[in-house]
Structure formats: structure tokens, C-alpha cells
């Protein structure tokens, strides 16, 4: 395993780095295609590949922006230990002054970060780019679970949450969705054409804002290995575009990769999520950058 971007840079408590790489491969109720355990080594290692010079900032972010790589956990086999473990680490990166980025492993990760930052942000909004929205009280049997995640989340009462992209969904799912519509917004991939920039950035402005990125948001054409693809999703200019109105609207203070499942010869999905969390990166810290006023 190979740490992110770069061969040297694992991180230690002692460590002042702008962003901290923490791979998490949880792998405990995915439902349908499995590997998602094998993400963080596939997605860390492809990024070796990576050209630094990044097009729409006209620079090397890594030059600016330093990157470190959380050294690999050994997960709990029960999910709450997995979870409360995880929280630990996001908190303690957190605190450190670093960003925390979270390559899964599955969504079920994405409730570790929330826990973590909740306390230090009590007015955090969540912006979950999925195909799903994770609604469901329990998915065969469990509360903590993929499925249901985004409901676990808004288990803290101030939290809000946007769901862009998402096209299934059950119909408890729905009626639950109803009943939080205060603090609730769910964009479908269907009307994306119609999506509202006012509309996105009223929710998102002046806030601490996590953003976490399912890959089965994406069209099967683009990312084919997840373990629950979807069709109609988006492609990766519509993906990017709304991720700058978010990172020019709000202060990202954490976002995530999950549910990427590698397979051997599908190695350009592994790419395109590594290339995904670099630019995200960028994004998320283009102050840093010499040309940050150019990005729209």
C-alpha cells in the first residue's frame, strides 16, 4: 500500500499538513457487489499516476496544499467499534487543523465523519451526491448499514442535507424524506437540467459544509464498478461543476469517496476517483492556490 499522491508522506499526530488521506475500507453490509474493502489500496496506488499540473487551477495544487496519508487501521469487525474508531481519527485530524478525506469502504462511513465534526460544527450541512438516499430505518436487519446512512445522519437534529443525483429509492424512504423537508433537499438526477444555482448555494452559503461523493452518482459508462450502479447518473463535468458552486459557497471541513469496487481491468475507475479527490482538494483549499480567483 502506498500512500496518497506521493511515496514519503504518511501522517503522525505531529504532522502539520493542510489535508490528511484516511483510508477506511469498512466493508460490512454491502448488499449486492462486494469489494469495496479494496478501494482505499486501488484508489492510493492509481494516484501514483497522476499528472500534478491540474488544468482548471493552472497550477500543482500539491505544491501549495500539503497532503499526507493516514497510516491504514485495522477495522473492528463490529460495525459501531468500526465506526467509533473511525470518528476518533476524523476528530483527531480534525482538531490537528488538517482536512480529513475518507476513501472507503462503504456509505456506512460517511456517519463516522458527521460524528466526528458535529460537535465543532453544530451548523454543519451535508451534501451527499448518491443514486440512492440512504433513507431507510434498517436494510436487512441493520440500522447501520449503506442504506441507511443518511438517515443515521440526520439523527443530530441540527444537521442539514442536500442529496444530488439520486434516481431509487423506496417508498418509506420517501415519506420519511416528506417529514424532514426543513432541513431536507433532495435534487433527483432526472431534473438536473433544472437544478437552480440560487436554490443550492442558499442552503450551502457561509456554512461548514462535508460533502460526500457515493460513486454510483456517476453514470455505469463512467464508474461501472460500484456495487449498485444505477443508470442516468452524471458524468463528470456535471459532477464537477456543482462541486465549485459548492466549494466557492461554503468551507469545506471534510468530504469522502465510497463504494468503489475495483476489478482487474476496470484500473480507470480507480484512476478517476483518485484524479476526483485531488481536484476536490483544490477546490476545497483553492485559496491556497496562486490562481484561485480564476476558478468559477
Known sequence: MLPFLTTDTWWSP???SDVVIIPYGLEHTVSWHPGTHRAPEAICNASHYLEEYAYPFGCNPCDFIDITTHPFQIIPAKTQE???L??????HVHQKGALPVVIGGEHTVTLASINALMPHHPDLVLVSFDAHIDLRNTYEGKSLSHACVMRRCLEHPRLS????GARSSCQDEIHYAATQQHRLKILPSSSRQDWQVDEVVSMVSGKPLY???DVDVFDPSIIPTTGTPEPDGLDWQTLNYWLQILTNSATVVGFDIVELSPLTGQHHTDFTCAKLIYELIAMALKYRLPLHNSIG
Not at 161 to 164: P, S
Open 86 to 91: 473511525l470518528t476518533n481519527v476524523v476528530s
Open 211 to 213: 460533502i460526500s461523493i
Open 161 to 164: 442535507m442536500m442529496i444530488m
Open 82 to 84: 468500526a465506526l467509533s
Open 14 to 16: 505531529n504532522s502539520e
